[in-house]
């Protein structure tokens, strides 16, 4: 995966033990989601990359673009947003759109749990979207996920055109 040389994918962890998710850490990652020429930007909870158990802070701004991708069988993840609205998106082995869920804060619909194995993706609805992550470790860059070859890679100019046409898939449905 190409990675803006300038920017960081990652914020640092806080040193601390116990690390209040409060207004003053959230204001933070939306503020650096927002200079991130990626749109968004992951804070992670968990000191290390070998934790066993990975909690983060994912802040996205709309227009974001997160390759659909699937994590192995074992390795399921759990999304809750705080604030704004995500789309979430699971796919066929073909990359046929075959679930698609508006997540809101504050809605009768605010999270995921998803199992290791299924395609999925999501994207921001509302500025300045905060998602709380869990899942499995170790993280390891090389084989946390497995993206979909069907679907372009991040920075490539068919991005926008294939985000529109999954947006479409939700005003068709």
């Not at 804070?43 to 070998?50: D, M, N, S, Y």
């Amino acid at each position: 995966m190409k990675r803006h040389k300038d920017h960081p994918m990652a914020l640092k962890p806080a040193s601390t033990q116990v690390t209040p998710i409060d207004d003053v850490l959230i204001s933070s990652v939306v503020v650096a989601s927002r200079e991130s020429p990626r749109k968004r930007i992951i804070q992670p909870l968990h000191k290390e990359g070998a934790a066993s158990l990975q909690r983060m802070l994912n802040a996205i701004q709309p227009g974001s673009y997160i390759r659909p991708h699937r994590h192995v069988p074992e390795r399921a993840e759990s999304i809750i947003v705080l604030s704004g609205a995500i789309q979430f998106f699971t796919f066929s082995e073909q990359g046929a759109v075959e679930q698609s869920l508006q997540l809101k804060a504050g809605s009768t619909q605010i999270g995921i749990d998803i199992e290791g194995g299924v395609w999925h993706s999501f994207a921001a609805l509302e500025a300045d979207t905060v998602l709380f992550e869990v899942k499995p470790g170790p993280y390891d860059p090389e084989s946390d996920k497995e993206f979909a070859r069907w679907a372009p890679e991040e920075y490539s100019p068919e991005v926008g055109d294939y985000l529109n046409q999954l947006m479409d898939c939700v005003t068709e449905a």
